[in-house]
């Protein structure tokens, strides 16, 4: 049985840091990527990075390049989010998904149709 769980939200005042954790089990960690996707209150949810775990590829949302790094630990089963230089609109819920068979080829890795195992989140809050 596949399972993804994220964990490390909380609130925090904007300029501050956070690291979201994503525990994954289940499924080899071979052709997959690892997303982490957020849906602020009233919008629809956008990707914010991914990873393409065999080759370490990285993707990014426009707005969070320079701030946020993705990371995965394939020994530890675990993916992670570190996001610094908080803003308010970097609030809402904060989701890991993995995608199977991926290729980099034609991806903008920020798709989520493109993946297929989703956790059920976790709440970042940023104040101003």
């Known amino acids: 049985e596949v399972q993804v769980v994220e964990s490390g939200g909380e609130l925090v005042q904007a300029g501050g840091s956070l690291r979201l954790s994503c525990a994954l089990s289940g499924f080899t960690w071979d052709d997959i990527a690892i997303g982490w996707f957020r849906q602020a209150p009233g919008k629809e949810r956008e990707g914010v990075s991914s990873?393409?775990?065999?080759?370490?590829?990285?993707y990014y949302l426009d707005s969070v390049k320079g701030r946020f790094t993705i990371s995965s630990d394939r020994a530890a089963n675990t993916a992670y989010l570190q996001m610094n230089s908080l803003k308010p609109e970097d609030t809402g819920v904060y989701y890991c998904?993995?995608?199977?068979?991926?290729?980099?080829?034609?991806?903008?890795?920020?798709?989520?149709?493109?993946?297929?195992?989703w956790g059920l989140g976790t709440m970042v809050t940023v104040s101003s």
């Open positions: 990873i393409s775990v065999d080759d370490g590829h990285t």
């Open positions: 998904a993995v995608s199977y068979c991926w290729s980099n080829d034609g991806n903008s890795g920020l798709d989520a149709t493109d993946f297929g195992s």
